[in-house]
T-cell receptor, first 115, second 110 residues
Framework: GAGVSQSPSNKVTEKGKDVELRCDPI?????LYWYRQSLGQGLEFLIY????????KSGLPSDRFSAERTGGSVSTLTIQRTQQEDSAVYLC?????????????FGPGTRLLVL | GQQVMQIPQYQHVQEGEDFTTYCNSS?????IQWYKQRPGGHPVFLIQ?????EVKKQKRLTFQFGEAKKNSSLHITATQTTDVGTYFC??????????FGTGTRLQVTL
C-alpha cells in the first residue's frame, strides 16, 4: 500500500528564497508531524497536526517557518527567507492518531540545501 | 516541557558483542515506542510498550519499560553489522504529541 510521500526529495535553493515542502500522509491518518534532522543529529520536532484541533506549533524555530494541513490530509511546510542553517532533512510522519494506534510512519524526507 | 534523553549518544561495538541503549523521560509516559533509522534512511517503527514493567522480545532485541513508566531500554544480543543505525525511543506523556529521544547511534564492525 501507499506510504507517506514527500516532495521534492531534494531541494537546493539560494539564501533568502522561500521554499515549500509537501507531505502526503497515509490515507485515514489523522495525526501528522513535521521534524527536522541535521546531519548526524536527532529528530527536531517542528509541528504536529491532530484532526481538526489547533496544531501544536511549539517546535517551529522562528516565524519564518509555517505549516498548513488542508482538508485534514496533505500538509505543506513553508520556510520563508531561507538561511544556511535551515539546511537539513525535513521528515514528515503520520499516524492513525491517539488511542494506542500511534505508530508513526515516516516519509523519505526532503533534503534541503540552502546555498 | 517533556524531555526524553538517551544514553549513550554513540556506541561502537565489535560484531558479536551486546549493546544496550537507555531512554529516560522527565515525565511519566503512557507508552513508549522504539524506532530504528539506518544510515541515509528514515526512522522505522520497531515496537510499542504500554504496561509498567513490560518486556518484549524481537529475535535478538529485548525491550523493557520501567516500573515507573519513565524509562526504557533496548538490548541487542550478539550484534550484527545489520544492526548499524540510530535507535530512537519516543514517548507520549500527558501532552498529546509523541516526543522523540535524542537517539543512540550504533556502529558495528567485524
Amino acid at each position: 500500500g501507499a506510504g507517506v510521500s514527500q516532495s521534492p526529495s531534494n531541494k537546493v535553493t539560494e539564501k533568502g528564497k522561500d521554499v515549500e515542502l509537501r507531505c502526503d500522509p497515509i490515507s485515514g491518518h489523522t495525526a501528522l508531524y513535521w521534524y527536522r534532522q541535521s546531519l548526524g543529529q536527532g529528530l527536531e520536532f517542528l509541528i504536529y497536526f491532530q484532526g481538526n484541533s489547533a496544531p501544536d506549533k511549539s517546535g517551529l524555530p522562528s516565524d519564518r517557518f509555517s505549516a498548513e494541513r488542508t482538508g485534514g490530509s496533505v500538509s505543506t511546510l513553508t520556510i520563508q527567507r531561507t538561511q544556511q542553517e535551515d539546511s537539513a532533512v525535513y521528515l514528515c510522519a503520520s499516524s492513525l492518531g491517539v488511542g494506542g494506534k500511534e505508530t508513526q510512519y515516516f516519509g523519505p524526507g526532503t533534503r534541503l540545501l540552502v546555498l | 516541557g517533556q524531555q526524553v534523553m538517551q544514553i549513550p549518544q554513540y556506541q561502537h561495538v565489535q560484531e558479536g558483542e551486546d549493546f544496550t541503549t537507555y531512554c529516560n523521560s522527565s515525565t511519566t509516559l503512557s507508552n513508549i515506542q522504539w524506532y530504528k533509522q539506518r544510515p541515509g534512511g528514515h526512522p522505522v517503527f520497531l515496537i510499542q510498550l504500554v504496561k509498567s514493567g513490560e518486556v518484549k522480545k524481537q529475535k535478538r532485541l529485548t525491550f523493557q519499560f520501567g516500573e515507573a513508566k519513565k524509562n526504557s531500554s533496548l538490548h541487542i544480543t550478539a550484534t550484527q553489522t545489520t544492526d548499524v543505525g540510530t535507535y530512537f525511543c519516543a514517548g507520549r506523556g500527558t501532552a498529546s504529541k509523541l516526543t522523540f529521544g535524542t537517539g543512540t547511534r550504533l556502529q558495528v564492525t567485524l
